[in-house]
């Protein structure tokens, strides 16, 4: 039985575009933060979504991007 799936919440700065993308991977890639990690996808998902708000009303420009569809499923 494979071990439980984590959930990581990631944070990618994008300074040729002036904006922080907010996704949900299973892996933190080299050139991102990791924000929080879940066992529960949509507990992650929440958590992305709720970083993106707090960030603009900052001031900060943030986009939330869509996890791939492998990573989450579809239900």
Known sequence: MP???TFCVIRRNL???HT???TVL???PDDSDELGSFADPGAAI???QAEVRRLNAAG???EYVDP???LVGTG
Do not use: N
């Open 3 to 5: 071990d439980q799936e």
């Open 15 to 17: 300074p040729d575009r």
């Open 20 to 22: 922080i993308i907010v």
């Open 26 to 28: 299973h892996e933190v």
């Open 46 to 48: 929440d958590f992305a």
């Open 60 to 62: 900060v420009p943030a």
């Open 68 to 70: 791939p569809d492998d």
